[in-house]
């Protein structure tokens, strides 16, 4: 069963420290990874997307990066800011057919002024 | 605003009643999905729809869930005889590709009584 585990379930950090967010997974075969952030009682808005040949994928102050032999992932903040209080979600997808991706239970940031 | 809309946005029926959520995608994405977001849990697969045709569903989605897209723009998930344990955020998001980001709606909330 494909599977997507993501650590640590909860983190609470001051505002302008840096943090990391980690995703393994057992989807297998692999299609791609991404990350995604969930502001409390809104949608998902995607911040990365990684194929199988990417290892880093930058956006603004949140780099992902994708190890695929180990199958772990990770999403580093820079610099926090309040506004990133939210849950960061890592979504793999399964290759062949119809690409249904697992998503993960997420990771739930707070970031304290 | 040329995102993905969801219409409720929030839903109290009582258990046994029928309820129908809609979807409005992103026009010109051919690909639409449906998911399932309880509290502290990741969104899980429903089902998706390339164009007007539905091309998977989960094994979620019992004989109580339908849904359809009958023209291959907006879709339509509808609930038979509501149970407490259907209470969840019903989220849809739309692709315009197999391998393309998908973008989210803002959700339905569901409570069942």
């Known amino acids: 069963k494909n599977q997507v585990e993501q650590s640590p379930q909860s983190l609470i950090i001051l505002e302008g420290k840096n943090c990391t967010l980690q995703c393994n997974y057992t989807v297998s075969p692999f299609s791609n990874l991404r990350w995604y952030k969930q502001d409390t009682g809104r949608g998902p808005v995607s911040l990365t997307i990684m194929t199988f040949s990417e290892n880093t994928k930058s956006n603004g102050r949140y780099t992902a990066t994708l190890d695929a032999d180990t199958k772990q992932s990770s999403l580093h903040i820079t610099a926090s800011q309040l506004s990133d209080s939210a849950s960061y979600i890592c979504?793999?997808?399964?290759?062949?057919?119809?690409?249904?991706?697992?998503f993960g239970r997420g990771t739930s940031l707070i970031v304290h002024p | 605003d040329t995102g993905v809309s969801q219409d409720p946005r929030h839903k109290i029926t009582k258990r046994g009643q029928n309820v129908t959520f809609r979807c409005d995608p992103i026009?010109?994405?051919?690909?639409l999905y449906w998911y399932r977001q309880t509290l502290g849990q990741g969104p899980e697969f429903l089902t998706y729809f390339q164009n007007e045709a539905q091309l998977e569903k989960s094994r979620l989605l019992s004989d109580r869930f339908s849904a359809e897209r009958p023209k291959g723009s907006f879709s339509t998930l509808e609930i038979q005889r509501t149970e407490q344990g259907d209470s969840a955020m019903y989220l849809c998001?739309?692709?315009?590709?197999?391998?393309?980001?998908?973008?989210f709606g803002p959700g339905t909330r569901l409570t069942v009584t």
């Open positions: 026009s010109e994405h051919n690909r």
């Open positions: 979504v793999v997808s399964e290759k062949g057919g119809s690409y249904i991706p697992t």
């Open positions: 998001a739309s692709s315009i590709g197999l391998l393309y980001e998908q973008y």
